[in-house]
């Protein structure tokens, strides 16, 4: 059976969604979470360079990983080192769209991560 691969688009990567208002179980404030995400990744350029630094280490490595590992990996370096900590919070929420954005930037990252559908 052949993988599906997940296209991002640029336009459609931040885009309204179709239900303006859907239910989510766990956003139960119904917060725009494409939009919250796409200000935080504005808004954090820094740490989006890292985000697209060390995804390229893993597909320069040759070695499949998710989003989590790399979001986990920069809350423990900058917990570790005392960099400016907080800068960096990332909300679990915008994993998934940061995701997206790093495809978008280079799409050999691609081939490297898993994508599951995003119900808003």
Not at 60 to 78: A, H, S, V
Not at 82 to 94: F, L, P, S, T
Not at 100 to 111: N, Q, V
């Amino acid at each position: 059976m052949k993988k599906r691969k997940h296209k991002p688009k640029s336009k459609r990567l931040f885009g309204r969604p179709k239900d303006p208002k859907p239910v989510v179980p766990n956003n139960p404030r119904k917060i725009d979470l494409r939009r919250a995400a796409a200000r935080w990744i504005k808004s954090h350029p820094k740490a989006m360079a890292l985000f697209l630094k060390f995804a390229r280490e893993m597909v320069f490595q040759k070695r499949k990983f998710g989003i989590g590992l790399l979001t986990e990996r920069i809350r423990w370096q900058y917990k570790i080192e005392g960099k400016r900590a907080k800068e960096y919070k990332i909300n679990n929420c915008h994993r998934s769209y940061i995701a997206r954005w790093l495809i978008a930037k280079d799409p050999a990252i691609e081939d490297y991560m898993e994508f599951r559908k995003v119900r808003y």
